[in-house]
């Protein structure tokens, strides 16, 4: 079955919908409207008001209303539109969500699923673009996952809202129209692990690592580069917190190089937490220092070749590949 | 007090080993005057001081692989007295100590080497000092590593230093050409022009020129051609000099490389100093000493570092035509096909007479293709006057 | 095929060598283009005649060059010339 | 009674005795735990931050009593007093402030973060208005489950300045969800008068201007507090939207153990003090015959009690093994 990224977190959150009466949707425009990226689309009518609530532009009451009615027994998955506008919900996201827990001493628990949005690449200028998931996966208390494939769209929600800690899940926009085959035998259970990082090409020679909507990008480089007969591993994060590091270290003491793509901004960016965890478990067994991609420091502008000069590109990668490789 | 630090001898370039003080301290040296040898990737080059002095303090001993831009030495201005003993050394002031003040503390002399090549040389008891880096910035690599662990490759220092210094030799300028002709293409967007040079008069001038000459006073028609894009650039400009930090510098003198293969394979392209303003009979014998030289190794480092612009002449070898590859940071190349009998028409008559392909490889960031046009037609020009070259 | 020569031959050899030291002489065929064979450049061409006019006394006009193509060819016309 | 009602001069009689002994033996305790809790603070066996209630305690005293055990409680940073009338053992109140692991949050919260699930007691919340969204969402999710109840959510007149109040506000009212909101007005944020900071100082035309119920009450009197969350909480758990009631109150420490007060006048503590909350009803209990000057003192001896017990425990509780750091970030084993 071919299914579209969009496609397949809509199939995610039916079943979901369908399958615990707890679950609900909310935020702003999920309902009428259809979701802004058409992901709840038809949900208003098949689930109700009640279920597919509608907010007002209020980011800090509806996500702290939904830390509210996850301490209250309900399984809320909230959708802020992007991770701009989450910034405005910052203080409940960090300040409760991830802390109740361990503030009342393991007593309560937030079961809490955050949907947004997040990155660049659409000209949407600089209040639009931002990708601050390292911002999230800076904070203990909540697990941050990057759905980059059709099947980890598919299936990181179920295990997200078993999860009775608060998750964070960021939807890259460049990724909504990206195709793929999903498998469709009987019965299918696509439900998928949300603690390990995947090998999404296995290679030999270096390590590409990245996550979310640069994953596309890290694959066309290692496909330029396999017929310059350079065979480049590439590592799809998948989780940001906690990271995955036995597996990141894996691939990188076999190939003994590391690029690591990231559209966050290069200064404390995630890349820089990877590149930390490499050095501190790989140093013997590197072969060249890692070399991060990450975005140019620089508001992601509007004008098109400014915002592609600004974000990690395919060319950017497979130049920072040569370069470790001196090749 | 003025520090003499490693230069680099050409793009590829960015560490060198200090095979052979010239001088000691107390010397007095001239400015152009050869102070050291350093064994680059290509060649053991004799580097020249830019200014006049004496030698105070010599900071890197025979044998020490430095980056480049390491202070080598550090001289006296003529007529400076030198500091009071116990004064910090020069070697101090510069943060680099000498060997003999502390043995294994020189920061300039510190091999890099990879995290993983260093534990894999402890493992097969492989000698790093001894290794050339294929790795960034010339640092030593797990392959590197275990192509010296290989049987015949030198295990330790009671076998002679390199096994085969000779594969050795081409397998780094292997590397050295890969990096700059890769970083070219890369970086370099070149553009491509060709013209078809009538060479008969050229062909008649040299021949009686050469008639009443003993063997050894004989010119090249190599010679006549270097004169000619030397001729060429003084028009245009624009092909001569360096694209350096995002900019075009040009030189007011054409310093040519020249395009010399070695007989091991590999190939160097020494300058061939200011060939605009000497006579042919001078370009004819410093040629020939050019080719002896580099073909004995035996270079010096600015006509390494000066090459301004390329001519290639692979019509030697009998092709017709040569697109080159731009060297960085030079900015044009010229090559020359054979010169080979065609037909052609002059005056409207079909004749069948000599001509040479004389290609042009620009860099666009630098010229466009019609001033590179312009280039070629003025060395065609040039090569029908060959009396005025 | 038997070789023309032998003791000139063996002296234009040792001068090539000054050139190309990685010749062999019996890998030279008297019957093929020398340039070609050992891969000389002008320079090295006009090197390699210098040393034979040095070596064995004899001028090499360069009109003389075009007939000289084969080591063969190099042998009949110094044969020639030395009488 | 949807309309802004007032009820600041409006006191019906005197309750039954034992209710009334009741309102007197609480605010006592509170106040004898407090006055301790400044003591050790001095003492160094509490630390960080450490905000007093004293003189607020008829909110408190008032508004718990008339909330169902079944309730939800969202509280702020000032909230030792709500948490001992929830019905957290004061043991676990002092044990937590001395942050040993038999505090109500395990010695990981101290006084700013008491939490006690069990009594749907939802935490002091250290952020000025952090609490108002987490009681609209537990509302949502009462109401959305068919679970009749109230979830009363105290903050200060300081988070009325906040986005997180307003947005509450907006969504309580228009999904029309059973938050009690009980605001305990002390006038200053701080150190900044209501009056520096606010243009519309009457608080609840702000929490009407969102079609929300409100009463305003003096938060001096518990019996008066007492009343009108009664009917506010009845309102709510009748008709299911949300009801705003104003405490107009005083707290006559500092904002915390760190603040020199340099933002009001004794002259004007002094005057609030003569409203105190304990002597002002201890008096009416004594003028109106229902308590004696031995009563009074047989109750402050018991709270004395209480609270020397509490101390005792917490000096005696162990510390919680650094080894157990890392735990309670996440919930252990929760993820299937």
Redesign the interface.
């Known amino acids: 079955m071919r299914v579209s990224y969009r496609e397949a977190m809509r199939q995610a959150l039916h079943d979901a919908l369908v399958s615990d009466p707890r679950v609900f949707l909310m935020g702003e425009d999920v309902g009428r409207y259809g979701g802004t990226y058409a992901v709840s689309k038809g949900f208003y009518d098949e689930f109700g008001p009640e279920r597919i609530r509608d907010t007002p532009l209020s980011e800090l009451g509806f996500v702290g209303a939904g830390i509210g009615a996850a301490l209250g027994g309900m399984r809320p998955i909230v959708e802020v539109m992007t991770v701009n506008f989450s910034l405005l919900a910052l203080d409940q996201i960090v300040n409760s969500a991830a802390l109740l827990r361990h503030m009342s001493g393991g007593q309560v628990s937030v079961p809490l699923v955050i949907r947004m949005a997040t990155g660049a690449g659409r000209q949407l200028a600089a209040q639009h673009s931002h990708s601050l998931e390292n911002w999230y996966a800076h904070i203990p208390g909540i697990r941050v996952l990057a759905p980059a494939t059709i099947a980890d769209a598919r299936g990181m929600l179920a295990p997200a809202l078993a999860d009775p800690d608060p998750v964070v899940i960021f939807e890259h926009a460049q990724l909504y129209n990206t195709e793929d085959e999903l498998r469709d035998e009987p019965n299918e259970d696509w439900r998928c692990d949300i603690e390990r990082a995947a090998i999404r090409r296995p290679g030999s020679r270096l390590t590409v690592i990245t996550y979310g909507g640069s994953l596309p990008k890290a694959l066309e480089a290692a496909d330029e580069l396999a017929r310059d007969g350079i065979d480049v591993e590439v590592l799809d994060l998948r989780v940001l917190r906690p990271l995955d590091t036995e597996t990141i270290a894996e691939s990188v003491s076999r190939t003994h190089r590391a690029v690591i793509v990231d559209e966050g901004w290069r200064s404390g960016s995630l890349a820089a937490e990877v590149m930390a965890r490499i050095v501190e478990r790989c140093f013997y067994d590197l072969d060249a220092p890692p070399v991060r991609v990450c975005s140019e420091e620089v508001p992601i502008p509007y004008a098109k070749h400014m915002e592609d000069a600004a974000l990690p590109q395919a060319a950017k990668i497979v130049a920072a590949v040569r370069e470790v490789l001196n090749v | 007090m003025f520090d003499f630090t490693l230069p680099s001898l050409g793009a590829d370039m960015d560490e060198g080993k200090l095979i052979e003080w010239k001088v000691k301290p107390g010397d007095t040296v001239r400015k152009g005057q050869v102070v050291a040898i350093v064994d680059t990737s290509k060649a053991a080059v004799d580097v020249e001081i830019w200014q006049d002095g004496v030698v105070h303090e010599l900071l890197v001993e025979p044998g020490e692989r430095i980056p480049v831009g390491t202070v080598l030495a550090t001289l006296l201005e003529p007529g400076e007295k030198p500091p009071p003993e116990g004064a910090a050394s020069a070697g101090e002031r510069a943060g680099k100590l000498t060997p003999a003040a502390a043995p294994g503390a020189s920061e300039a002399a510190r091999q890099r080497i990879s995290p993983a090549a260093r534990r894999r040389a402890e493992a097969l008891g492989v000698d790093i000092a001894r290794l050339m880096g294929s790795g960034p910035g010339g640092a030593v690599t797990l392959a590197d590593v275990e192509a010296a662990a290989q049987p015949g490759a030198s295990k330790s220092a009671e076998t002679v230093p390199v096994a085969h210094p000779e594969a050795d030799r081409n397998a780094e300028m292997r590397r050295a050409i890969a990096a700059a002709m890769s970083r070219s293409k890369r970086e370099i967007p070149h553009y491509y022009l060709v013209e078809t040079i009538p060479m008969a008069r050229a062909q008649r001038w040299l021949a009686q020129v050469n008639e009443g000459r003993p063997i050894t006073g004989r010119l090249l028609m190599a010679v006549l051609q270097l004169k000619a894009v030397a001729a060429a650039l003084a028009q245009y400009p624009e092909m001569n000099g360096f694209f350096r930090d995002g900019r075009f510098e040009s030189v007011p003198a054409a310093h040519i490389g020249v395009a010399i293969s070695l007989r091991q394979g590999g190939l160097i392209a020494p300058a061939l100093h200011d060939v605009g303003s000497k006579p042919l009979d001078q370009l004819m014998r410093e040629l020939a000493d050019l080719v002896k030289r580099t073909r004995a190794g035996s270079l010096r480092s600015s006509e390494m570092s000066d090459p301004t612009i390329t001519v290639t002449n692979l019509g030697e070898q009998g092709v017709e035509s040569v697109m080159g590859v731009i060297y960085p940071p030079q900015v044009a190349l010229v090559g020359f096909g054979r010169i080979m009998e065609r037909p052609w028409v002059e005056d409207g008559t079909l004749v069948v007479t000599p001509t040479v392909v004389a290609s042009l490889a620009a860099d666009h960031r630098v010229s466009d293709g019609h001033r590179g046009a312009l280039f070629l037609a003025e060395l065609r020009e040039c090569l029908q006057r060959p009396e005025e070259l | 095929m038997s070789e023309k020569y032998p003791e000139l031959r063996a002296n234009v050899i040792a001068i090539l060598r000054g050139i190309?030291?990685?010749v062999e002489a019996d890998d030279l065929r008297d019957d093929r283009p020398l340039r070609?064979q050992v891969?000389l450049?002008?320079?090295d061409w006009?090197?390699f005649?210098?040393g034979i006019?040095?070596q064995l006394k004899v001028?090499?006009?360069?009109?003389d060059y075009g007939r000289l193509v084969t080591l063969g060819n190099l042998l009949d016309y110094l044969r020639a010339k030395l009488g | 009674m949807n309309e802004t009602g007032d009820m600041t001069e409006a006191v019906t009689g005197m309750p039954e005795r034992p209710f009334a002994h009741r309102l007197l033996a609480d605010m006592l305790r509170i106040r004898r735990m407090e006055e301790k809790c400044a003591e050790l603070y001095g003492a160094q066996k509490i630390r960080g931050f450490l905000h007093l209630y004293i003189g607020e305690e008829a909110c408190a005293t008032g508004a718990m009593h008339a909330l169902d055990a079944g309730d939800n409680v969202v509280a702020t940073y000032r909230e030792h007093g709500h948490a001992l009338l929830r019905g957290v053992p004061m043991d676990a109140i002092m044990a937590e402030m001395f942050g040993k692991a038999a505090g109500c949050s395990r010695g990981r919260g101290g006084s700013m973060h008491l939490f006690d699930a069990a009594r749907r007691f939802y935490g002091g919340n250290a952020i000025v208005g952090g609490g108002l969204p987490l009681a609209v969402g537990l509302a949502l999710a009462d109401r959305m489950q068919g679970i009749r109840r109230v979830t009363a959510c105290f903050f200060g007149e300081g988070a009325v300045a906040e986005g997180a109040f307003h947005e509450g506000m907006n969504l309580a009212a228009l999904w029309r969800l059973p938050v009690l909101f009980l605001c305990e007005n002390n006038l200053y944020a701080m150190g900044t008068a209501l009056d520096r900071s606010e243009s519309q100082t009457e608080l609840c035309v702000k929490a009407a201007s969102y079609k929300v119920p409100t009463l305003k009450v003096d938060g001096m009197d518990v019996r008066a507090v007492h009343e009108a969350t009664c009917r506010a909480a009845q309102q709510v758990r009748e008709e299911g939207g949300p009801f705003f009631v104003e405490f107009r109150t005083f707290r006559f420490r500092a904002h915390s153990m760190f603040d020199p007060e340099l933002y009001r006048d004794k002259a004007e503590v002094e005057e609030w003090k003569k409203r105190g909350p304990i002597h002002s009803f201890s008096a009416q209990l004594k003028a109106a015959g229902e308590l004696s000057e031995d009563g009074f003192l047989d109750l402050d001896a018991a709270a004395e009690a209480e609270v020397a017990a509490a101390v005792a425990f917490a000096e005696a509780a162990a510390w919680e093994p650094v080894e157990d750091l890392l735990r309670d970030v996440t919930t252990p084993g929760g993820r299937s």
């Open positions: 190309a030291p990685e070609q891969d450049d002008s320079m006009l090197n005649l210098i006019s040095e001028s090499i006009p360069e009109a």
